[in-house]
């Protein structure tokens, strides 16, 4: 879907950026390709914790699994997660909180960077009111994206809302993580003496997307 008619050399350049709308029952996630103006949606859809019960160990294991296996697959040069928003239920925020830093973790062993952002600048960015609904959400995602409809709307708008991360992120061309954020080994470069207690040696894994 090409969005827009202004492009720079180095926007010509594939990009993959993964979006994560973090969830202790069912996480939505998103891929899509940037090349220049042009946003090719890879996947969107969602981890579904709901049969492990209560236990939040075995979610947060699940959690890290699936997005290796799914950075393994498609590599994304940079991830975009949305921040926890904040609630009256403590329990609810520190499990939340604890699902979006496995999800980060996963991308740090992997040498991604990530960039968190606020509800409401996500829904700001895809749709110009930060106020706007789950629904409206999808609904400009759906219009701008040419998106199919999707007949499971629960299942459908935790995709969405993923997707409207990567979105955002995209609006952004980057700047937040050429601005501050930093991959792992750039951050042990800034910070040695955090190598001293380091337990092994982190191994960079090969780079390359396959066309």
């Keep these: 879907m090409l969005l827009s008619s202004a492009s720079s050399p180095t926007d010509l350049l594939p990009k993959i950026i993964m979006g994560v709308d973090p969830g202790t029952q069912i996480m939505g996630y998103a891929v899509i390709e940037v090349t220049g103006s042009r946003v090719t949606v890879l996947r969107y859809d969602v981890i579904d914790m709901k049969k492990l019960g209560t236990n939040h160990a075995l979610k947060l294991k699940k959690i890290f699994e699936r997005?290796?296996?799914?950075?393994?697959?498609?590599?994304?040069?940079?991830?975009?997660?949305?921040?926890?928003?904040?609630?009256?239920?403590?329990?609810?925020?520190?499990?939340?909180?604890?699902?979006q830093g496995v999800a980060i973790a996963a991308c740090l062993s992997r040498q991604i960077p990530y960039v968190e952002y606020a509800p409401t600048k996500v829904k700001q960015a895809v749709t110009g009111s930060g106020s706007a609904s789950k629904e409206q959400v999808a609904k400009m995602l759906r219009q701008t994206l040419k998106l199919p409809p999707i007949e499971e709307a629960p299942k459908f708008l935790d995709a969405t809302d993923a997707?409207?991360?990567?979105?955002?992120?995209?609006?952004?061309?980057?700047?937040?993580?050429?601005?501050?954020?930093?991959?792992?080994?750039?951050?042990?470069?800034?910070?040695?003496?955090?190598?001293?207690?380091?337990?092994?040696?982190?191994?960079?894994?090969?780079?390359?997307?396959?066309?």
Aim: contains cysteine; charged residues 25%.
């Design 67 to 99: 997005m290796l296996e799914l950075i393994d697959e498609f590599l994304p040069d940079e991830l975009a997660i949305e921040a926890p928003f904040f609630g009256v239920n403590v329990q609810s925020m520190l499990k939340l909180g604890r699902a």
């Design 163 to 211: 997707l409207a991360v990567a979105m955002c992120h995209h609006y952004q061309k980057g700047n937040n993580v050429k601005a501050g954020t930093k991959s792992w080994d750039k951050f042990l470069t800034d910070n040695p003496e955090r190598m001293a207690s380091a337990s092994g040696t982190k191994k960079a894994p090969a780079k390359a997307k396959a066309k």
